[in-house]
């Protein structure tokens, strides 16, 4: 009686741990099935984005190409948009960089014969500078100062020999300026954008963007007594009213003044993005941490 009721027992565990096995292996199957769907699915994405390509927007001339392309650098996409540039222009991001997103912009800055005047000093140079103190360097004369007057106008080729012309009043004993506005532009960057391209009154393309981070170090430069508020559309602004403004130092020296779709800004900063776009602007709101910092 005994050794029966054992066998029962024994066949009873045998039978539970046989359902227990059966039901694991069930729970294996449904999870490689569930894996394999996932890649599947993962490399379905992959292969649909690398036949759809990417978005890149030319701009050149004032006008704005779009192309879409499987092109992986700036030169492939360029071929592949039938543009050609000369050997003096110059290309933001560099020719031969990669096109690191979806939706890529470049932009291309043409060689033109421009036309130098500084007081006496009359000269003409092919250059694809753009703001006047590149132009100034470009050309061996004295860096432009803060306190220097530059208009950057439209020449007449025929009489002037140029189709651009730089014009210096080198800094004199003067009345006050006008007072600047500062207001945003109608065609502002704002955070729903995130990045545009915007023509300051010179006619240079920057490419702007924003970020959000403490200006509480590079505040205390430019004699602004380490202050910055937070402007009513979210711009970070100085003392004096100036937009926070980070950039090529190269190009826009620190204090420098420059022109934004936000208003007259300040060059207070720098960063990486300056490589790729040397004349972008970086434009420093409270935008994305709202902690008035």
């Not at 029962?8 to 292996?25: F, P």
């Not at 294996?28 to 996932?38: P, W, Y």
């Not at 560099?94 to 997103?101: H, K, R, T, W, Y």
Request: with cysteine.
């Amino acid at each position: 009686m005994k050794q029966k009721a054992r066998k029962r027992k024994s066949k009873k565990q045998l039978s539970t741990n046989q359902k227990i096995r059966r039901l694991l292996n069930k729970h294996k199957i449904v999870l490689l099935t569930t894996m394999g769907i996932v890649v599947a699915i993962g490399l379905f994405v992959v292969n649909s984005q690398a036949d759809t390509g990417r978005l890149v927007t030319f701009h050149d001339r004032g006008q704005d190409h779009v192309i879409l392309t499987k092109a992986g650098t700036v030169r492939d996409a360029l071929k592949n948009a039938r543009i050609t540039v000369d050997q003096k222009d110059i290309v933001e991001p560099a020719i031969d960089s990669q096109l690191q997103s979806t939706d890529s912009a470049v932009i291309i800055y043409r060689a033109r014969p421009v036309l130098v005047i500084d007081g006496a000093f009359r000269e003409r140079i092919l250059t694809p500078a753009q703001s006047p103190n590149e132009i100034a360097t470009a050309i061996g004369i004295d860096p432009i100062s803060d306190k220097d007057k530059t208009t950057i106008t439209n020449g007449d080729f025929v009489r002037d020999g140029a189709s651009t012309i730089l014009s210096i009043e080198r800094a004199q004993p003067a009345p006050m300026p006008a007072k600047l506005a500062f207001a945003p532009s109608p065609n502002s960057l704002t955070r729903s954008k995130g990045a545009q391209l915007y023509t300051d009154g010179s006619g240079v393309v920057h490419r702007e963007t924003y970020y959000d981070l403490p200006m509480n170090i590079v505040i205390q430069a430019c004699g602004s007594g380490g202050v910055y508020t937070i402007r009513y559309d979210g711009a970070k602004i100085d003392k004096d009213g100036y937009v926070l403004v980070a950039a090529n130092y190269g190009i826009y020296p620190r204090c420098s003044v420059v022109e934004t779709s936000m208003g007259p800004g300040k060059v207070y900063d720098t960063g990486g993005f300056a490589l790729r776009y040397p004349h972008g602007f970086d434009l420093a709101t409270d935008w994305t941490n709202g902690d008035g910092r």
